[in-house]
């Protein structure tokens, strides 16, 4: 343990000296190496711009880590709290849901909370299955809400039932999450003892991840972010809620006008606005919901969009509250510039992806001589892999959620690119979630897969033609096409859960 500690405090110092040299050997390389062309200079800032974008991500991610590992306070409670019945509502908004899926959970959620809340169902559904959920609210004793318009969406829904209804504390949880019996009687007692504190966000926990490759790569994602990230941000005071399995306390949203309808990630904008009210959030980490994660590629990309466009069309908002205000420290600037950009990603992966293909073509970025490499590239390089591969070995995850998450991202790079033009040229897209949808199409892939086709070409003639650096191209190239591969694999139809299997068939 001990070794342990002291190999992470190692390497957090030199991932961070190193990101600095990184980007330093890279405008050393544009202005005093590089004698190329206009094409060349291009390209070569595209690079560099993207070091340096990366080594804001890492430099946000290893401050994140360490004040988890580090800093994290154990806020687990074992003590029960009473009479908080007329205090506490449970909201669970519907859309055009599976009706099974949807009874099974809301049964689920009735009985692990009605003891300690009333239950609401929120239902805008437009598919005919109403009644069937009317019917099952009067059977559970809830109280069924249904709007005659989507205005707003999911914020819309909560906004017109937190107008109405009496209960002070008010937990959100999605129709596809199913809470234990300790969710409400653990998180409500953080609420009441820090005024301060609007919401108490819990980890989302997918149990389906049996059910393919999808799922595993969905719950990886997740793993890195609620062990790693969400922890830091609680113990930052930059923590936002993540739209279910979180306890908000509602006179801090009537403060700030209740949710925010006009953002398709309401959870991060309605957090945006009560952290600039003087509000924060409080991480508990600890599985109290367990959910589903998409098992269809079109549900997956439709949850990957919905994120990207809210987080991305939300940067103006949080520059302008957060990062260019005088109150925040430097460190909540740097959290906040990553986590408002990061869905930028996919412009700086396609650099890295084109640059075995233009190296053929005779395009030269970031010209190094061989101890600028040797010195400060390679290590920033490979410190920055190591770094990371480390903080999943710390908090016990298994290795192959390290090539998960590095996969994911360059498989969703031309979503990350086309998001980022919609959002730019302020186009919308009918709401849809993650549980709609089926198998893609092929075309739909044309990207990935010409990518990986280009790369292969490319790395292999970098190979035959030989040289230091063509060696060291063509095997990131290489690497590359392996982390593009599973998009090959994913759009496949997905096995039935263990979850989703019947404790009892009839005979």
Same mark, same amino acid.
């Given at each position: 343990?001990?070794?342990?500690?002291?190999?992470?405090?190692?390497?957090?110092?030199?991932?961070?000296?190193?990101?600095?040299?990184?980007?330093?050997?890279?405008?050393?390389?544009?202005?005093?190496?590089?004698? %190329?062309?206009?094409?060349?200079?291009?390209?070569?800032?595209?690079?560099?711009?993207?070091?340096?974008?990366?080594?804001?991500?890492?430099?946000?991610?290893?401050?994140?880590?360490?004040?988890?590992?580090?800093?994290?306070?154990?806020?687990?409670?074992?003590?029960?709290?009473?009479?908080?019945?007329?205090?506490?509502?449970?909201?669970?908004?519907?859309?055009?849901?599976?009706?099974?899926?949807?009874?099974?959970?809301?049964?689920?959620?009735?009985?692990?909370?009605?003891?300690?809340?009333?239950?609401?169902?929120?239902?805008?559904?437009?598919?005919?299955?109403?009644?069937?959920?009317?019917?099952?609210?009067?059977?559970?004793?809830?109280?069924?809400?249904?709007?005659?318009?989507?205005?707003?969406?999911?914020?819309?829904?909560?906004?017109?039932?937190?107008?109405?209804?009496?209960?002070?504390?008010?937990?959100?949880?999605?129709?596809?999450?199913?809470?234990?019996?300790?969710?409400?009687?653990?998180?409500?007692?953080?609420?009441?003892?820090?005024?301060?504190?609007?919401?108490?966000?819990?980890?989302?926990?997918?149990?389906?991840?049996?059910?393919?490759?999808?799922?595993?790569?969905?719950?990886?994602?997740?793993?890195?972010?609620?062990?790693?990230?969400?922890?830091?941000?609680?113990?930052?005071?930059?923590?936002?809620?993540?739209?279910?399995?979180?306890?908000?306390?509602?006179?801090?949203?009537?403060?700030?006008?209740?949710?925010?309808?006009?953002?398709?990630?309401?959870?991060?904008?309605?957090?945006?606005?009560?952290?600039?009210?003087?509000?924060? %959030?409080?991480?508990?980490?600890?599985?109290?919901?367990?959910?589903?994660?998409?098992?269809?590629?079109?549900?997956?990309?439709?949850?990957?969009?919905?994120?990207?466009?809210?987080?991305?069309?939300?940067?103006?908002?949080?520059?302008?509250?957060?990062?260019?205000?005088?109150?925040?420290?430097?460190?909540?600037?740097?959290?906040?510039?990553?986590?408002?950009?990061?869905?930028?990603?996919?412009?700086?992966?396609?650099?890295?992806?084109?640059?075995?293909?233009?190296?053929?073509?005779?395009?030269?970025?970031?010209?190094?001589?061989?101890?600028?490499?040797?010195?400060?590239?390679?290590?920033?390089?490979?410190?920055?892999?190591?770094?990371?591969?480390?903080?999943?070995?710390?908090?016990?995850?298994?290795?192959?959620?390290?090539?998960?998450?590095?996969?994911?991202?360059?498989?969703?790079?031309?979503?990350?690119?086309?998001?980022?033009?919609?959002?730019?040229?302020?186009?919308?897209?009918?709401?849809?979630?993650?549980?709609?949808?089926?198998?893609?199409?092929?075309?739909?892939?044309?990207?990935?897969?010409?990518?990986?086709?280009?790369?292969?070409?490319?790395?292999?003639?970098?190979?035959?033609?030989?040289?230091?650096?063509?060696?060291?191209?063509?095997?990131? %190239?290489?690497?590359?096409?392996?982390?593009?591969?599973?998009?090959?694999?994913?759009?496949?139809?997905?096995?039935?859960?263990?979850?989703?299997?019947?404790?009892?068939?009839?005979?």
């Amino acid at each position: 343990m001990k070794k342990n500690f002291y190999l992470m405090q190692v390497l957090t110092l030199l991932t961070i000296v190193f990101i600095f040299i990184g980007i330093s050997s890279s405008i050393y390389s544009i202005t005093i190496l590089h004698k %190329g062309n206009l094409v060349d200079d291009f390209f070569s800032f595209f690079f560099w711009f993207a070091t340096l974008f990366f080594g804001i991500q890492s430099l946000s991610f290893m401050f994140s880590f360490r004040r988890s590992k580090y800093s994290y306070p154990d806020t687990i409670s074992d003590s029960f709290i009473k009479g908080h019945r007329d205090k506490m509502a449970v909201l669970v908004p519907i859309y055009n849901e599976n009706p099974e899926m949807a009874e099974y959970n809301l049964i689920a959620i009735y009985s692990a909370t009605s003891d300690l809340a009333n239950l609401y169902i929120l239902d805008d559904s437009t598919d005919g299955s109403s009644a069937k959920i009317k019917e099952l609210s009067d059977r559970l004793g809830a109280q069924y809400i249904h709007r005659t318009d989507r205005t707003g969406y999911k914020a819309g829904a909560l906004n017109h039932a937190l107008k109405i209804i009496p209960e002070e504390y008010v937990t959100v949880i999605d129709i596809d999450q199913m809470p234990a019996p300790d969710f409400v009687r653990e998180t409500v007692e953080l609420l009441d003892n820090n005024p301060d504190v609007a919401f108490v966000q819990v980890p989302q926990f997918y149990v389906n991840t049996d059910s393919g490759m999808l799922a595993e790569m969905a719950e990886a994602q997740q793993f890195i972010f609620y062990e790693i990230l969400t922890e830091g941000k609680s113990v930052l005071g930059s923590l936002f809620s993540c739209g279910t399995n979180v306890i908000y306390r509602k006179s801090a949203l009537e403060s700030v006008g209740y949710f925010d309808e006009n953002n398709l990630v309401e959870d991060i904008a309605t957090s945006v606005n009560l952290i600039s009210n003087g509000y924060r %959030g409080l991480y508990y980490n600890k599985k109290l919901v367990f959910g589903r994660a998409p098992v269809t590629m079109e549900g997956y990309v439709n949850q990957q969009w919905r994120w990207s466009a809210g987080s991305l069309a939300l940067m103006p908002r949080i520059f302008k509250n957060i990062i260019f205000k005088r109150k925040y420290g430097l460190k909540m600037k740097l959290d906040w510039l990553a986590t408002s950009t990061w869905y930028l990603f996919g412009w700086f992966y396609l650099i890295f992806l084109l640059a075995p293909i233009l190296d053929v073509l005779g395009v030269r970025m970031l010209v190094m001589n061989p101890y600028i490499y040797i010195l400060a590239w390679m290590p920033y390089t490979i410190i920055l892999m190591f770094t990371f591969v480390m903080t999943h070995i710390d908090k016990h995850a298994p290795l192959r959620y390290v090539l998960y998450n590095m996969s994911a991202n360059l498989v969703l790079f031309p979503l990350s690119i086309s998001v980022s033009l919609s959002v730019l040229m302020k186009r919308k897209k009918p709401f849809t979630t993650a549980r709609t949808g089926g198998r893609l199409p092929l075309y739909k892939f044309s990207p990935q897969i010409t990518m990986m086709f280009l790369i292969g070409i490319a790395s292999s003639i970098l190979i035959y033609t030989g040289g230091f650096y063509n060696y060291i191209t063509a095997f990131w %190239g290489f690497f590359q096409f392996i982390l593009l591969a599973p998009v090959l694999m994913l759009n496949r139809v997905s096995k039935e859960s263990n979850m989703d299997i019947p404790a009892f068939k009839p005979s």
